[in-house]
């Protein structure tokens, strides 16, 4: 499956956007979808993941109750909507797809989209 990510840009902290990553290629709704991020100079993170009927999700300590994650299989898309965005959100995003269970662990994603940039300015 092929993923493109967009959504990224500039917001202010306490602000939010919304990241849509949308899949062409292959059953979409036979991948568990994720996102991740990596900040400059930092390692790649794991943000939130969603089970194929988006019955389950996981999220990172950092963004639990700020961060949703939610997918439309009719559409083929996974969204994240990010709140009250703070200046350590700032990375690019990346969406993933796995044929494995739902999980925190980026080696379970073997579909990778290209990642959209967010900066959340001070």
């Known amino acids: 499956v092929q993923l493109q990510a967009s959504g990224g840009g500039l917001v202010q902290a306490g602000g939010s956007l919304r990241l849509s990553c949308t899949a062409s290629?292959?059953?979409?709704?036979?991948?568990?979808s994720g996102w991740f991020r990596q900040a400059p100079g930092k390692e790649r993170e794991f943000v939130a993941a969603?089970?194929?009927?988006?019955?389950?999700?996981l999220y990172a300590d950092s963004v639990k109750g700020r961060f949703t994650i939610s997918r439309d299989n009719a559409k083929n898309t996974v969204y994240l909507q990010m709140d009250s965005l703070k200046p350590e959100d700032t990375a690019v995003y990346y969406c993933?797809?796995?044929?494995?269970?739902?999980?925190?662990?980026?080696?379970?994603?073997?579909?990778w989209g290209q990642g959209t940039l967010v900066t959340v300015s001070s």
């Open positions: 993933a797809g796995s044929r494995l269970l739902t999980s925190r662990d980026g080696n379970a994603y073997d579909n």
């Open positions: 290629g292959r059953t979409f709704s036979n991948y568990v």
């Open positions: 969603i089970s194929r009927t988006g019955g389950s999700t």
